[in-house]
């Protein structure tokens, strides 16, 4: 399998669940992205972890954590959502912190 | 002031015409220029950067870029009714922060 997949593809959640996104890259890369994409808004950057460590975080609510156990696999862990929280979300990496980067197919998330 | 700015259209062209999409941005440092392809419902996908000042042709697409006026620009050549799209502008500024446009949406009229 060849360059960022996601998974789950769509994802329905009450506000009390608890549940995460995982996003696998296939490209060597040595950062990893999380992006937010709600209608009629730009992306919005969520996390950057380089070479692992975490070096930017937007002021993203605690209700969501990040968690990248290697250069390969990003996650986002998600708890007590609210219905505004509903988007699509987006992986992506690229080689390092400042070079081009590449997407995931996103995971479609709808908070009831 | 927003740090890129693209207008959201909706652009309608006519096959087979030049679409002419824009953006700009706020940081004048910025050094690095990214065009990206969203079809509704699918992730963006990346068309072309640009990193120096003028041209830069691929295909059917021409990446404009003039620092001095700050704006970027991409043209797409005898446009076809799959080019219908939402384009985004990206901007990587001077603290190495990467930012994206809201996109223009693209519509190709057979």
């Known amino acids: 399998e060849t360059g960022v997949t996601q998974t789950p593809r769509h994802l329905v959640m009450g506000m009390t669940n608890k549940k995460s996104l995982k996003c696998e890259q296939h490209?060597?890369?040595?950062?990893m992205y999380w992006y937010k994409q709600s209608a009629k808004k730009p992306l919005e950057l969520m996390f950057v972890?380089?070479?692992?460590?975490?070096?930017e975080n937007n002021s993203v609510p605690s209700r969501f954590s990040p968690e990248c156990p290697n250069s390969s696999h990003l996650f986002l862990h998600l708890h007590t959502l609210q219905p505004e929280d509903s988007a699509l979300y987006l992986c992506?990496?690229?080689?390092?912190?400042?070079?081009?980067?590449?997407f995931g197919p996103g995971t479609r998330l709808t908070v009831l | 002031q927003k740090e890129v700015e693209q207008n959201s259209g909706p652009l309608s062209v006519p096959e087979g015409a030049i679409a002419s999409l824009n953006c700009t941005y706020s940081?004048?440092?910025?050094?690095?220029f990214f065009w990206y392809r969203q079809y509704s419902g699918k992730s963006p996908e990346l068309i072309m950067f640009?990193?120096?000042?003028g041209d830069k042709e691929d295909g059917r697409f021409t990446a404009q870029l003039n620092k001095a006026s700050q704006y970027v620009s991409l043209l797409i050549r005898d446009s076809q009714p799959s080019d219908s799209a939402t384009y985004l502008c990206?901007?990587?500024?001077?603290?190495?922060?990467?930012?994206f446009g809201t996109g223009t949406s693209l519509t190709v009229i057979p």
């Open positions: 992506a990496s690229s080689e390092s912190g400042t070079d081009t980067q590449y």
């Open positions: 490209l060597g890369h040595n950062a």
């Open positions: 972890y380089s070479l692992e460590e975490r070096v």
């Open positions: 940081d004048r440092g910025s050094q690095s």
């Open positions: 640009i990193y120096s000042n």
């Open positions: 990206a901007v990587m500024n001077t603290g190495n922060q990467f930012y």
